[in-house]
């Protein structure tokens, strides 16, 4: 059974950070791109990061563009989500996700419809 499971979320102040993790299990992505996504209470899932298979390539949402930073670990099937001056609006519930689809080694798609599999989410809060 394929898993994604993201850990890492919390209440945090404005301004400060948070690191998520994603954890695969059930099948190795080390030869997928990955991605996160965020979805705001009343709002669409938005698109927030995403990185090729071996992190030679990574692309990022204007709203989180030199705050965030996506990286992956091959060996642990894992992918994270560094997030630093968090702002209110950066609450959200936060997914991570693997695309099986094939359009280059470094294509990164920010639309959800190209990602398969999907974690269950986890949730950051962050205060004003």
């Known amino acids: 059974q394929v898993q994604l499971v993201e850990s890492g979320g919390g209440l945090v102040q404005a301004g400060g950070s948070l690191r998520l993790s994603c954890a695969a299990s059930g099948r190795t992505f080390a030869s997928h791109a990955m991605g996160w996504f965020r979805q705001a209470p009343g709002k669409e899932r938005e698109y927030v990061a995403a990185i090729s298979w071996n992190g030679g390539r990574t692309d990022y949402a204007d709203s989180v563009n030199g705050r965030f930073t996506i990286s992956r670990d091959n060996a642990k099937n894992s992918v994270y989500l560094q997030m630093n001056s968090l702002k209110p609006e950066d609450t959200a519930v936060y997914y991570c996700?693997?695309?099986?689809?094939?359009?280059?080694?470094?294509?990164?798609?920010?639309?959800?419809?190209?990602?398969?599999?999907w974690g269950q989410g986890t949730q950051v809060i962050v205060s004003s």
């Open positions: 996700a693997a695309d099986l689809t094939y359009n280059g080694p470094y294509y990164l798609s920010s639309l959800s419809s190209s990602y398969t599999y």
